[in-house]
């Protein structure tokens, strides 16, 4: 026969004793959703994380693409969604973490506080180019040439929202000059039309473009990081341009619902940190045009300092929204 009072006893003891899964999470397969198909810088950042990651837990660590909706918000909602126990965690970016609460507003299918941020992984300059046949060399001529020709230049992107298009955005603001956007359906018709002349300006993540900056098939102006990138030691920042207003990295970070026991964020902030300190895997994320997290004087990142870096890009990107006057359908 069941005893009621130690059954309500323990019933009533239960949500004191959930700490403890931190110390026996995890014991069984961990899925990292990424929003977006596989091949993009989302998805290669999370690849590079896949097998340090399984090393340090004892379990392993999957991936599994979630793509669909803009800026990755369908993979962020399904993690923000998801039990909070450890198995379902989210590669974030800055378009599902931060530009697009701005851009969706009330739309947005979760909050931000409905996720909670365990470690910043990496930062990506974006970079902007043009094409070789455009009479300019740098970033100022490019300013100059759109101040004598306004409207007239196009300037492309990976879709409305993303962002490559909020970085145009902020270089448009900053310059004060007048580009058209046009938005594609991803990095990779872009930067083909870019190179065919039929676009004139493009704004990419490095890694997406890299290739085409080193062969000279794309003529970089600058990189959009505050330090240049040792993966185009040549090309000079935005700030060395000129234009310091016009800073913007692409960042991916590992997230998990809001709910989920502080032990195991801690413990998932330590594997990603002791992954991202052995040089074999920082050398992967170095080949992508990677910059270290630095939220830390160690250059790396906790829970808490990812959390303030998240809402801190919130706000930034709201107030590029907000004075570009930016709309989605």
């Excluded at 837990?57 to 450890?86: F, W, Y």
């Excluded at 970089?220 to 030691?233: F, H, K, Q």
Aim: one cysteine or more.
């Amino acid at each position: 026969m069941i005893d009621r009072r130690a059954l309500m006893g323990a019933l009533a003891l239960a949500p004191l004793a959930r700490p403890a899964l931190g110390q026996a999470w995890p014991s069984r397969p961990v899925r990292l959703v990424v929003g977006f198909p596989p091949g993009g810088t989302t998805d290669l950042a999370a690849r590079v994380m896949v097998e340090p990651l399984t090393q340090r837990l004892g379990q392993p660590v999957v991936v599994e693409n979630r793509p669909g909706g803009s800026g990755g918000n369908i993979g962020a909602d399904v993690v923000a969604k998801s039990d909070p126990d450890g198995y379902t965690l989210l590669m974030q970016t800055v378009s599902s973490g931060a530009i697009n609460f701005g851009l969706y507003g009330a739309r947005m299918p979760h909050r931000p506080e409905d996720l909670a941020g365990a470690a910043l992984v990496v930062k990506v300059p974006n970079a902007i180019f043009v094409n070789n046949n455009l009479p300019v060399r740098t970033l100022r001529e490019l300013v100059d040439l759109a101040k004598r020709q306004p409207g007239k230049l196009n300037i492309g992107s990976s879709g409305v929202g993303t962002s490559l298009h909020m970085t145009g955005e902020l270089l448009k603001q900053a310059a004060d000059i007048d580009l058209t956007h046009v938005p594609f359906r991803g990095a990779g018709p872009m930067i083909q039309e870019i190179i065919a002349g039929r676009v004139e300006v493009g704004v990419d993540n490095l890694p997406s473009v890299i290739g085409h900056l080193r062969d000279g098939r794309l003529r970089p102006l600058a990189v959009t990081t505050a330090t240049r990138t040792p993966a185009l030691p040549d090309v000079p920042t935005t700030a060395e341009a000129g234009f310091p207003a016009v800073e913007a990295t692409a960042w991916f970070g590992i997230c998990a619902p809001a709910r989920t026991p502080r032990p195991v964020i801690d413990r998932v902030a330590q594997a990603v940190n002791q992954s991202l300190a052995d040089p074999a895997v920082w050398s992967k994320m170095a080949d992508l045009g990677g910059m270290k997290p630095d939220l830390t004087p160690d250059g790396f990142s906790t829970p808490a300092t990812f959390d303030t870096f998240i809402r801190a890009e919130i706000a930034k990107w709201g107030e590029v929204v907000r004075r570009g006057n930016i709309t989605v359908d």
